[in-house]
């Protein structure tokens, strides 16, 4: 929207509208027609004296050239003379009255008459006679009028100026009049509304002084009413109240013997608390003694481990299923050992008999006893919590912050991942290993918790088959893919090895334990052979990261515990055909006594206090290089079958048990911070 114009700013303009335009000279109004054609005649007239003086042209063009005039400005203020102030815009009317009243009383100047376009007036002489025309070659005259004609204009141009000045001195003067008496009159308006709206105020506040009169008559004669009724009250409230003195000085000498029972109290209670801060000393005492003890809890059951071995091996046969044969009297023996005969027994012998080999009278050859011992041997009656028991303790040095690690070797269909995993059906009496482990693990850091332990468990699950590692633990469209799962450091400088893209599932309870097992379970690789309908084709690793921490002591404590379900191993018949299955089988097969081999090279490596461990000659070894070598805790369960017909396969595996169970490697050293 276009701003309105201020009416003083109008008139200034209109007043400047007015003033003569003084344009450049070569623009000045001359009488050009004449001019002309006073200059074509004198050209013919000369004609020929041009051509005698053509050295003259220059001059002559020079002359008859027009004289440029310098630009007119405004006349400047006289010395002395201040501008006007600036008056700020308004939005007001065209015309105020104190611009009229200025216009009004300015005098006009003298007019001007107005010439014909085209035409120019000789400048006036001083005899006030009209100037003779001059001929037409006279040409410098001729500039001298024009001159002279100039001269008077410009003075005529600073006349106006001048009076343009004055003009709007007298504009400015009357605009300062016209705003103080604005500013005067707004400032007396006002003041009569003030003195108004006083007035009315005045009136209102006397109709309320009035009303307000006439409500605190009424309320005077109320309270005067009121004031009756109150001295009644106050002489029934005299009487309530003698009434009540007598009652408190009952109940001061109340108080009197309530003090004195106090005082007998407070010394109670400052005896009772000497007694409390005894018992909290008695207290701190004995928990002092109770960590000591703790600690000596952990150092001699630690001594009791290493008494037994820091490798040992268990032997376990497992029973005969329905529809097996059973094996002849006398194949398996179990012998006790020069202890107590109650003791459990440690020793084990096998009787294979020979057809092929005979005497000289053709009667077959005796059966061939081989003799092996071990740290335990559990017969084929012994139950799952039978076999916990026994590596309760080795569970439980996991939480002291030891590497503990637990392998189940032996043929397939030998009872491995039974005695690990336990039975389907989810009954407690055949619960495996892992399941036990771990309930005996929350239960140890619940009763540790009483004394300033905290524990964190973390848990993951992977196989290796076919030198490929796979994570058991897997849901979605990564179920069954091992490429993407590498075995790495857990950071520069870092000892501890964890899988890439594998899952790390934190554990406090059974339920969730369960629910990892039978994830596992749904994911790892089996398949058919010769000698189990549903056999393990892989090594599996469940791994358990306790982490310990006392914050009271500032101790803080960390270890794996990894129990591993080895695969078992059944020997082709080379002469057999092979199909694409069979040569699956043959591959499986291969890797998994690969592997096995190396595990064995291992443990004699350690054995031998060798310089250099072929810990990276397995996928399986360098998964557990932090819990084979000198600060781990190892135990096996050689696991094999009581039929006959597995007697090859089982006296390779109890050689093979027999060999580790004479190594001996360092003290294991816990790890603590």
């Known amino acids: ?32 027609s004449r001019f002309k054609r006073g200059l074509d005649q004198m050209e013919d007239a000369l004609e020929p004296e041009k051509k005698r003086t053509r050295g003259l042209g220059t001059a002559t063009k020079f002359a008859t050239s027009y004289p440029r005039a310098p630009a007119l400005t405004t006349v400047p203020q006289a010395q002395g003379q201040t501008a006007a102030p600036k008056v700020p815009k308004k939005t007001a009317p065209r015309c105020s009255t104190a611009v009229a009243t200025v216009l009004k009383n300015q ?68 605009q300062q009049q016209a705003m103080a008496l604005g500013a005067e009159r707004r400032t007396l308006d006002g003041e009569l509304a003030r003195v108004r709206a006083q007035a009315e105020q005045g009136q209102q506040e006397l109709g309320h002084l009035h009303a307000r009169v006439l ?39 109340r108080l009197q013997v309530s003090e004195a029972a106090l005082s007998d109290s407070q010394a109670e209670v400052t005896s009772l608390r000497q007694e409390a ?17 703790e600690m000596d809890r952990r150092r001699l059951h630690n001594q009791l481990q290493e008494l037994k071995g820091n490798i040992r091996v268990f032997c376990r046969v497992r029973p005969v299923l329905p529809g097996e044969p059973t094996p002849p009297p006398g194949f398996l023996l179990f012998p006790s050992g ?44 012994s139950g799952q919590d039978e076999v916990f028991e026994e590596i309760a303790m080795l569970v439980q040095s996991a939480l002291d912050g030891y590497p503990v690690c637990i392998f189940a070797y032996g043929q397939t269909g ?9 039975g389907p059906g989810g009954d407690p009496q055949v619960e495996g290993l892992i399941p036990r482990a771990l309930r005996h693990l929350f239960s140890v850091a619940g009763d540790l918790s009483s004394q300033g332990w905290t524990y964190s468990f973390v848990a993951s699950y992977v196989e290796i088959y076919n030198e490929t590692v796979r994570d058991l633990l897997a849901t979605g469209t990564r179920k069954g893919q091992g490429g993407d799962c590498e075995i790495r450091r857990a950071g520069p400088g870092s000892e501890e090895l964890v899988v890439t893209n ?63 379900d080895l695969a078992g191993s059944e020997r082709l018949d080379p002469g057999l055909a092979l199909g694409p299955g069979e040569r699956e089988r043959l591959r499986e097969t291969q890797a998994i006594n690969s592997s096995l081999s190396t595990l064995g090279l291992v443990i004699m490596a350690l054995s031998n206090k060798e310089s250099h461990v072929p810990y990276r000659n397995s996928k399986l070894t360098y998964l557990l290089q932090n819990s084979l070598g000198g600060s781990a805790k190892m135990l096996m369960f050689v696991n094999i079958s009581p039929l006959e017909e597995n007697v090859s396969e089982s006296l390779n595996s109890l050689r093979f048990a027999s060999k580790v169970n004479q190594c001996v490697i360092g003290t294991a050293q816990a790890n603590k911070k």
């Open 338 to 381: 020069p202890g107590v005969p109650s003791d459990p027994p440690t020793h084990l012998s096998l009787f294979r008999s020979d057809e092929r080999r005979g005497t000289l009278s053709g009667m077959p050859a005796a059966p061939t006893r081989h003799d092996f011992s071990f740290d335990r041997v559990f017969p084929p009656g």
């Open 215 to 253: 409500e605190l008559e009424a309320w005077l004669g109320t309270q005067e009413g009121l004031v009756q009724e109150l001295q009644k009250e106050q002489l029934e409230l005299q009487e309530e109240r003698r009434v009540l003195v007598i009652q408190l000085e009952e109940q001061e000498r």
């Open 277 to 293: 801060a005894a018992q909290a000393a008695l207290l701190a005492e004995r928990g002092e003694r109770l960590h000591g003890l």
């Open 502 to 564: 594998a899952r790390y599932v934190p554990v406090s309870c059974e339920k969730e334990v369960e629910a990892l097992l039978h994830l596992a379970r749904q994911n790892r690789a089996v398949a058919r052979t010769a000698q189990n309908e549903r056999s393990s084709r892989s090594h599996s690793v469940f791994q358990l990261q306790i982490s310990g921490e006392h914050t009271g002591r500032g101790l803080q404590c960390g270890a794996p515990l990894n129990l591993v």
């Open 107 to 174: 005098k006009p100047g003298p007019a001007v008459p107005a010439k014909k376009p085209g035409t120019a007036a000789a400048p006036p002489k001083p005899g006030g006679k009209k100037p003779s025309k001059r001929p037409a070659w006279d040409l410098k005259g001729q500039l001298c009028d024009l001159n002279a004609e100039l001269k008077c204009y410009r003075e005529r141009t600073q006349t106006l100026d001048q009076e343009n000045q004055q003009l709007q001195d007298q504009l400015r003067e009357a």
């Open 1 to 32: 929207m276009e701003p309105q114009r201020s009416p003083l700013l109008e008139v200034k303009g209109n007043i400047e509208l007015k003033r003569p335009l003084v344009k450049a000279p070569s623009r000045l109004p001359l009488p050009g």
């Open 414 to 422: 030998s009872g491995k991942t039974f005695t690990m995993e336990g």
